[in-house]
């Protein structure tokens, strides 16, 4: 009888907060149970020789089924997820347009969300939520117990002003109450009260910091300025500014509270720096990282438009700086699936966002370690440890640690691949990256100790379990 379930030979193991060992890893029951020198007796040989293991990576910020059905977003974004080496992914729902375009109490939805979900994702998967109306606030303390959601969510642009409609009533978007600075407060209270009962676990709220009556004033001169209507401009109307001044904004009404906060997706410096002037985690992105609107300008289309705008070079690199030194906490993709036939060619209906996930080790190896010198250990750490700390999942997710999930990605480091959307096994049917050449591709991703993704392809069935 063979003694483990699977073996990982011959590679370099990356353990968070330690470095880098060559060793064996042995897997039994969906679990990490040995790390050694030449381990045997394994049903299934993962061959690791050269190439690097990292923790699967903790993809902190997601959306699935934002633009379309849940389940089958479940089933092909998950996917595109073991691309590039992630084997959770947090998703981020709320009521209101988009998603399942209705308001209500979670009590009834939420039930809803997890049942389309369920046996569709091929990475394990939870939910951060957002509170859209007073009832779904008061409903928080129960969202915690009977479903361990412990990370909720405010979008700080959709404050008295819909964007999308141009209208300064966000109520048709949101499908609920006054979302203002006062609606905000309620939420960091209610989570406050909640974390002194539950001391135990990390109990947060993620913050999209755009201040929305600044925008109005951006993108009415930039719509009045007579310049193309491309992603530069897209960047001029929600400028860093319009981040730095909702930063604080949060931040004042948090330390009033007492709440713990997450700033997410810092697109620019000005917004690392007041983010840096807090008592916050930070997450930034890898478009924001490494995309630039010239660029992308230069290249057509409107495929890059996304909440905060694509920047230019001086932010990518400051940010990256942030990510070095330790100022960016982690890295996630914000990936939501968005087709090119919902961009269009008109810069203010095209929706935002597009996704990412496959990209998430392969960029970080590729321009963070091999081009900017990151180590391996920081990588594992901004992809999966942090995040995982952040969201209450260590001790399960974020290391290679023994007794932890069998969690894992093998990356083959002279691996190079030119991107393009058919390589990423999204069901999108385009991507900002195409084109870029990356080095450093996952060969193979290990989910609770079943292999999942070889050589390029999924494996067998979707087998992801919900994560409290």
């Known amino acids: 009888m063979a003694r483990y379930d699977l073996l990982v030979k011959g590679g370099v193991l990356v353990l968070p907060y330690h470095g880098e060992i060559r060793a064996d890893l042995a897997v039994s029951d969906g679990r990490i149970v040995a790390i050694g020198q030449d381990l045997a007796g394994a049903e299934e040989i993962l061959d690791a020789t050269g190439k690097v293991v990292l923790p699967g990576a903790v993809d902190a910020h997601f959306h699935i089924g934002i633009y379309r059905d849940l389940g089958l977003d479940a089933f ?25 375009d209705r308001t209500g109490p979670y009590k009834t939805i939420f039930p809803e969300v997890l049942e389309a979900v369920e046996g569709r994702a091929w990475t394990d998967y939870g939910f951060h939520l957002a509170p859209m109306t007073v009832e779904q606030i008061e409903e928080i303390p129960q969202l915690v117990t009977d ?18 409609a141009n209208s300064r009533d966000a109520r048709g978007f949101t499908m609920g109450d006054e979302y203002d600075l006062g609606h905000l407060f309620l939420i960091m209270e209610k989570l406050a009260e909640v974390q002194r009962m539950r001391p135990d676990e990390r109990i947060s709220l993620s913050l999209h910091c755009e201040q929305s009556e600044l925008m109005r004033v951006f993108i009415d001169r930039v719509q009045r300025g007579g310049a193309p209507q491309n992603l530069r401009a897209y960047h001029e109307a929600r400028p860093p500014l319009t981040e730095e001044v909702a930063i604080a904004e949060a931040a ?3 330390a009033h509270t007492g709440v713990n906060i997450n700033l997410l997706h810092l697109s620019s410096a000005q917004a690392l720096d007041a983010a840096c002037r807090t008592v916050a985690r930070r997450e930034t992105t890898l478009h924001h990282l490494c995309l630039d609107c010239d660029d992308l300008d230069a290249r057509g289309g409107l495929g890059g438009k996304v909440n905060p705008p694509i920047r230019t070079r001086e932010h990518n690199e400051a940010l990256w700086a942030g990510v070095a030194d330790g100022r ?109 050449e990356v080095t450093g591709w996952p060969v193979g991703t290990v989910v609770g100790g079943r292999v999942a993704f070889r050589d390029g392809e999924v494996v067998g069935e979707p087998g992801g379990a919900y994560l409290r």
């Open 328 to 436: 960016v906490d982690w890295v996630a993709s914000d990936h939501a699936c968005c087709l090119e036939e919902h961009k269009g060619d008109a810069l203010w209906p095209a929706r935002p966002g597009f996704g990412g996930t496959a990209l998430l080790y392969p960029v970080l190896f590729s321009e963070g370690h091999l081009r900017r010198g990151l180590s391996l250990t920081r990588i594992a750490e901004v992809a999966s440890a942090n995040p995982a700390k952040a969201y209450n999942l260590w001790g399960r997710k974020g290391s290679l640690a023994v007794g932890f999930d069998a969690d894992l990605t093998v990356v083959d480091p002279g691996l190079t691949r030119t991107v393009t959307a058919d390589l990423l096994l999204s069901g999108q049917d385009h991507c900002p990256f195409e084109g870029v």
């Open 147 to 164: 479903h361990g959601i412990t990370s909720y969510k405010y979008y700080m642009f959709y404050k008295g002003f819909d964007l999308a």
């Open 252 to 254: 004042a009404i948090a």
């Open 76 to 100: 092909e974004e998950t996917r595109s997820s073991l691309v590039g080496g992630a084997t959770s992914v947090l998703s981020y729902f709320r009521t209101g347009q988009h998603y399942l």
